[in-house]
Nanobody, 128 residues
């Protein structure tokens, strides 16, 4: 069973940066597509960025393009989300998730209810 644990959340001022990490255990991430999702209070969970199992394809939500970068280190079994130029609207609980079904990135990021493996989440607050 794949287990995911996020870390790196915190409070940062607008314009600042944070790097989220997701440590996987139980199985190797080699064959898993991975994604970062977020959920703000009163809003639905949304896909922020997703990456294919081999890393050849990447998806970013329009709201984070040019500011966030997803990366996957299969050797370390780690997933990262570098977040720059943070805005107050980026405030949310951020979740790492994984899927081994071979689904498309648009499905992975667009249909979080279908993603089987989730971390517990880490809070990101952007505030002055």
């Amino acid at each position: 069973q794949l287990q995911l644990v996020e870390s790196g959340g915190g409070t940062v001022q607008p314009g600042g940066s944070l790097k989220l990490s997701c440590a996987a255990s139980g199985r190797t991430l080699d064959y898993y597509a991975i994604g970062w999702f977020r959920q703000a209070p009163g809003k639905e969970r949304e896909g922020v960025s997703c990456k294919s199992s081999r890393g050849g394809s990447t998806y970013y939500a329009d709201s984070v393009k040019g500011r966030f970068t997803i990366s996957k280190d299969n050797a370390k079994n780690m997933v990262y989300l570098q977040m720059n130029s943070l805005k107050p609207e980026d405030t949310a609980v951020y979740y790492c998730a994984a899927d081994e079904s071979g689904t498309s990135l648009s499905n992975l990021c667009g249909l979080p209810e279908r993603v089987p493996y989730w971390g517990q989440g880490t809070q990101v607050t952007v505030s002055s």
